[in-house]
């Protein structure tokens, strides 16, 4: 394994998958991907197993609900992963219906109240 010191340039940091930008409210980010990436995913067409392929797309829905991004960069995450999606021959809307139900899941864990265990006891057994 390699590690290589980044330094910040123009108020702008990478940080594994994320571009940190130092602004006058505080820190905002980005989703960063390398120059060199290229938008090969395994392709729809191909023999793996089709759970293999949703994993995909499940993986990059996930960002697009966990990172906290302003709506023109979510807009643009969703633009950049469709396009791949295209190109790789998948239905885009394999993409929508994934962040609609990761959404939905996210927003129902913040609204139900947790369930305390019989007799107080709240650790996992």
């Known amino acids: 394994m390699k590690f290589s010191l980044e330094v910040e340039t123009n108020n702008r940091l990478n940080y594994l998958?994320?571009?940190?930008?130092?602004?006058?409210?505080?820190?905002?980010?980005d989703i960063y991907r390398k120059p060199t990436t290229t938008d090969t995913i395994i392709p729809m067409d191909s023999c793996h197993p089709l759970e293999q392929k949703m994993a995909t797309i499940?993986?990059?829905?996930?960002?697009?609900?966990t990172y906290e991004?302003?709506?023109?960069?979510?807009?643009?995450e969703i633009d950049t992963v469709?396009?791949?999606?295209?190109?790789?021959?998948?239905?885009?809307?394999?993409l929508d219906k994934m962040i609609k139900v990761q959404g939905m899941e996210k927003h129902f864990?913040?609204?139900s109240p947790e369930h305390p265990k019989p007799n107080g006891q709240n650790s996992p057994i």
């Open 69 to 76: 991004l302003s709506k023109d960069k979510k807009q643009t």
């Open 17 to 29: 998958d994320l571009t940190l930008t130092k602004n006058q409210n505080g820190i905002s980010h």
């Open 58 to 65: 499940r993986y990059f829905a996930d960002r697009i609900n």
């Open 82 to 94: 469709k396009y791949m999606l295209r190109n790789n021959s998948y239905d885009v809307s394999f």
């Open 109 to 111: 864990r913040q609204q």
